[in-house]
């Protein structure tokens, strides 16, 4: 095994199937949308550099009269900001609590994960029976407590909408980081921990100075997750309001312009957007975790 490591050709053998999925299916389609986003494409035209158009359809999409692009671009960065202090932060309680080695510990940790493992589908059909105006669980339980329910219901008031969109994916993915944050939490040795309670740190000491520390890493790849799973979130406001006024987002728009209004050149510009979007976010995290890390080690 340590002969077929060390050759170089070896090796590019294995690598090679994998450096030709990702050549074809990833970095192939992602040049073509870059160069189909430069080009005037509809139904009535071609998608060949006689309808070049530039930068067009990317000022167009943020410029043009009626465009509903800056307001998904504004929601998603909100639902970005719910996943890192909302979801995150509750998940990583969850994780640090059933770590401690509670009573039924297992049984706690899968019924979190359920969520997880169901389909997309199912929770928003699911959702959409609990925010119902008859007979609807969340509105029930106002009714009986003697609080107001949003007119015209939850997925259509103005004022509730968006984030009723929101909270079931929040919800649905709690689990994930959840597992996640918890299998770096068990994974820290107990010899630390011995020596941490020996010195004293109990409860919130021993999370904040030498768990949260810890798991670092597995902290930072949940970030990635959320991050990039609120720039691309699609199936959840398909299900729930089919993207409409008050709760698109890229993703919702994008479809719409290609599939519905079949400006194929102005939807291939917002899924280059939001692949751009995605990496942008993605080295800004990197980057701050490496100060970080640059600091710590000073």
């Not at 309808?51 to 960065?77: C, E, Q, W």
């Not at 770590?99 to 169901?118: C, D, H, M, Q, T």
Request: proline share 4%.
């Amino acid at each position: 095994m340590r002969k077929v490591l060390s050759n170089k050709w070896h090796i590019m053998v294995f690598v090679l199937p994998t450096v030709l999925f990702f050549t074809f299916f990833v970095i192939i389609p992602i040049a073509m949308s870059a160069f189909y986003s430069t080009l005037n494409w509809t139904t009535k035209t071609k998608p060949t550099l006689e309808y070049f158009v530039g930068f067009k359809n990317y000022i167009d999409m943020f410029t043009a009269k009626g465009s509903s692009f800056p307001d998904a671009v504004r929601h998603s960065l909100l639902y970005a900001g719910a996943s890192v202090f909302l979801q995150l932060p509750f998940s990583l309680l969850l994780a640090l609590l059933l770590a401690r080695g509670v009573k039924a510990e297992s049984f706690y940790r899968n019924i979190y994960f359920i969520p997880v493992i169901l389909s997309s589908v199912v929770v928003g059909q699911l959702w959409r029976k609990i925010y119902n105006n008859d007979y609807g669980l969340l509105n029930l339980f106002l009714r009986a407590i003697g609080a107001e329910t949003p007119k015209g219901g939850w997925l259509a008031n103005k004022g509730t909408r968006l984030w009723a969109t929101f909270v079931p994916v929040l919800w649905q993915y709690v689990g994930y980081h959840m597992l996640l944050m918890y299998g770096a939490l068990k994974s820290i040795s107990p010899d630390i921990l011995e020596a941490a309670t020996v010195d004293g740190a109990t409860g919130p000491i021993m999370a904040f100075r030498i768990q949260i520390p810890l798991i670092r890493p597995m902290l930072k790849v949940c970030l990635s997750f959320s991050l990039i799973g609120s720039f691309k979130l699609y199936d959840m406001v398909k299900i729930l309001t089919d993207g409409n006024i008050g709760t698109e987002v890229p993703a919702t728009t994008m479809y719409r312009e290609m599939f519905k209004s079949h400006n194929f050149g102005t939807g291939s510009a917002m899924a280059m957007f939001i692949v751009a979007e995605c990496l942008l976010f993605t080295v800004l995290l990197n980057i701050i975790f490496k100060d970080r890390d640059r600091e710590r080690s000073r």
